[in-house]
């Protein structure tokens, strides 16, 4: 079973960073994708950004060139958001999922428990 556990969440007002952390139990070898969703209270879950093993990245509208989404493999696998210029409307619970392709079991995708990012105005 891969365990996906996030860090980095806060407090930050509008105009600030941070940098999310996803750390992945498993090698990236292993891995088809990695991504970053959030879910506002209300509101249905929304991807945020995706990272393919192939190196393909993708953002969604509301945070492209504010948001980057990076990874580090050099020993283990961790996934990052960096987030600059937050807005109030980026406050929500920010989830990593990672993805596998598996034998007999098809794609497989594996949650974090979330991290909280509140923006304030």
């Known amino acids: 079973q891969v365990q996906v556990v996030e860090s980095g969440g806060g407090l930050v007002q509008a105009g600030g960073s941070l940098r999310l952390s996803c750390a992945v139990s498993?090698?990236?070898?292993?891995?088809?994708?990695m991504a970053w969703y959030r879910q506002a209270p209300g509101k249905q879950r929304e991807l945020v950004a995706s990272?393919?093993?192939?190196?393909?990245?993708?953002y969604a509208d509301s945070v492209k060139g504010r948001f980057t989404i990076t990874i580090d493999n050099a020993k283990n696998t961790l996934l990052y958001l960096e987030m600059s210029s937050l807005k109030p409307e980026d406050t929500a619970v920010y989830y990593c999922?990672?993805?596998?392709?598996?034998?007999?079991?098809?794609?497989?995708?594996?949650w974090g428990q979330g991290t909280q990012v509140t923006v304030s105005s």
């Open positions: 999922s990672a993805n596998q392709i598996l034998a007999g079991q098809g794609s497989v995708d594996y």
């Open positions: 498993a090698s990236i070898h292993s891995i088809n994708a």
């Open positions: 990272f393919t093993t192939g190196g393909a990245t993708n």
